[in-house]
């Protein structure tokens, strides 16, 4: 039998799965890290919430672990590389508190418009100040939503329930999709330019982190009203307390902040300000449904071999695993590379394969591929759940297949389809290992390397001199250099693996040089 410890508070429910299920469950809660590690060889699986913390040191004595199950979304506290070297799966569940988040996102912006929360303190200590707390309606009001997934897809439903006009920033939303949902696709500054009220629904990536910067609050209508209920760190806090204080923004309402348990903050004290302590997923309903998720989930990969809802491991089965794992690990990578090179909305993407591979199961490839092509916006994303966040957003999603390929055994190749055009990139295994073998048209041979550099240029005299001169100045080391080109003087394109990122005042540099049109950081 099967055993499980569960190391955080999980309702009984899920408790009731396990054992119908025929999988021996423990509750140990409260656990220190030498007390997990003391206890973890014991188990099969293990299920936490935030408060425990499977780091690298735990997965090491976890010798016979097998799969982590988060009940919820989040799982910055659990140490994925480590679990993947490990092999084990890592499970959350991503849809079980959508509801509760969202609500609280509206009880927040109703809290921000009324004064709520300063309104009952004042009037329990025996005031009644009436013309003090002069609110707003929501009536008629513009809402801006950051990130239109499945939280600002139910924030948006309610908001239009309330009478409001909704505007979306969303890269991953299409038009189509923007008309299903009722709400108005806009740009980033459009949005803050409109918006009377600005809710937050974003992962926090490289891409996301600071989203509303200073500048970017700078531009926002006089008085607008903040909530974030989705992650520390979409805002520059330090910023938004100095728009507080000067009127720029009227009001706003943190459910999360950058540091937490968040027992000091710069927002704390400043006008028409209002915490609440990580509250997004706390209620009873949103509770029984990521504990029931989670015990079927595991029950499911220990009995079965189901996997569902993995952020580290492809929906295959063990027949075709060997034989899938080099074209999985090319799916991916081939979409990481898509997915760093958008600035645009997606509206389409498709996957061809050629050859040998075409012959395989490319659910789980074309799976991998889409979850690369996502993960730069969408951090939290995986393999199963990439189909259903493409379909969620209105990105179609197709594939083709063609039994011979003119060069390679097999060819897998990404075409991404945005607001301003196509882009396509295509991939080989060599050696049992994934490449690069053609961007822009243009052929080439690179390997994936966990840091390069993209730079597309006009193919002319000096370049690579230049280029190498000034990465030897900033003592960035090259590891590979691998071109592209159409023709002499044509567009060109290097692929630069180097052993150290590149700053963002090396990268201006680069993009400064002559002939070069596009520079960028890719991370694999």
């Known amino acids: 039998m099967p055993r499980v410890l569960i190391a955080d508070s999980l309702s009984p429910a899920a408790v009731d799965i396990f054992r119908q299920r ?27 919430r935030s408060d425990t913390k499977p780091n690298k040191d735990v997965i090491a004595a976890a010798k016979n672990l097998k799969v982590i199950g988060r009940a919820g979304i989040g799982v910055d506290n659990i140490d994925i590389p480590a679990a993947t070297a490990a ?20 009880a927040m912006m109703f809290a921000l418009a009324r004064q709520l ?35 600002g897809g139910i924030v948006a439903d309610r908001a239009l329930g309330l009478k409001m006009k909704v505007v979306a920033y969303d890269p991953f939303l299409s038009a189509e999709r923007a008309v299903e949902m009722g709400v108005e696709k806009v740009e980033l500054e459009d949005l803050l330019a409109r918006a009377d009220f600005i809710t937050l629904h974003t992962p926090l990536t490289d891409k996301t982190r600071n989203i509303l910067s200073a500048e970017a609050l700078a531009k926002t209508k006089r008085g607008v009203m ?10 520059d806090e330090a910023a938004l307390r100095a728009a507080l204080e000067s009127g720029q923004v009227g009001g706003a309402a943190f459910d999360v902040f950058i540091a937490e348990p968040a027992r000091e903050n710069v927002l704390f004290g400043a006008p028409n300000f209002i915490a609440t302590p990580h509250l997004g997923a706390s209620t009873n309903e949103a509770q029984e449904n990521v504990a029931l998720q989670v015990a079927e989930q ?21 027949e075709e695993a060997p034989r899938l794992k080099p074209f999985v690990a090319l799916a991916e990578k081939l979409g990481a590379l898509a997915g760093q090179m958008l600035d645009y909305g997606i509206k389409a993407v498709d996957i061809a394969y050629e050859g040998e591979v075409s012959k395989l199961n490319t659910r789980p490839l074309s799976a991998a591929a889409l979850a690369g092509v996502l ?31 003119p060069i390679f055994d097999s060819l897998v190749r990404i075409t991404v389809t945005t607001d301003k055009g196509k882009r396509s990139f295509a991939g080989s295994v060599m050696a049992g290992g994934p490449r690069i073998v053609e961007v822009k048209g243009m052929d080439l041979d690179a390997p994936f390397l966990p ?22 100045e900033a003592g960035v080391n090259i590891a590979t250099f691998n071109l592209g080109r159409i023709d002499a003087g044509d567009d060109a394109i290097a692929l630069v693996g180097v052993d150290h990122e590149p700053d963002a005042k090396l990268l ?14 890719l991370k694999f």
């Open 22 to 48: 025929g999988v021996d469950a423990d509750i140990k809660t409260g656990l220190s890290k030498d007390e997990l590690i003391a206890v973890i060889g014991d188990y099969d699986g293990l299920v936490v």
């Open 87 to 106: 092999g084990v799966v890592v499970m959350n569940t991503p849809f079980g508190n959508s509801i509760t988040t969202a609500e609280h996102a509206i």
């Open 117 to 151: 929360p300063a309104a009952d303190v004042s009037t329990q200590a025996g005031k009644w100040e009436k013309s003090r707390f002069m609110g707003v309606e929501l009536y008629a009001k513009t809402l801006g939503l950051i990130g239109a997934g499945n939280i």
């Open 226 to 235: 903040i909530i974030n209920c989705a992650r520390g760190g979409l805002v």
């Open 298 to 318: 595991i029950s499911d990969y220990l009995l079965t071999g189901a996997v569902t809802n993995a952020l580290n491991s492809p929906s295959v089965t063990a």
């Open 375 to 405: 993960r730069p916006m969408l951090a939290e994303i995986n393999m199963v759940s990439a189909p259903a966040v493409a379909r969620e957003r209105g990105v179609v999603v197709s594939e083709s297949r063609q039994d011979d390929s």
């Open 451 to 472: 840091r390069m550099l993209y730079i597309n240029n006009l193919d002319k005299p000096g370049f690579i001199g230049a280029l190498g001169g000034l990465l030897g």
């Open 508 to 521: 201006a540099r680069i993009q400064a040089l002559p002939h070069v049109k596009e520079a960028r950081v």
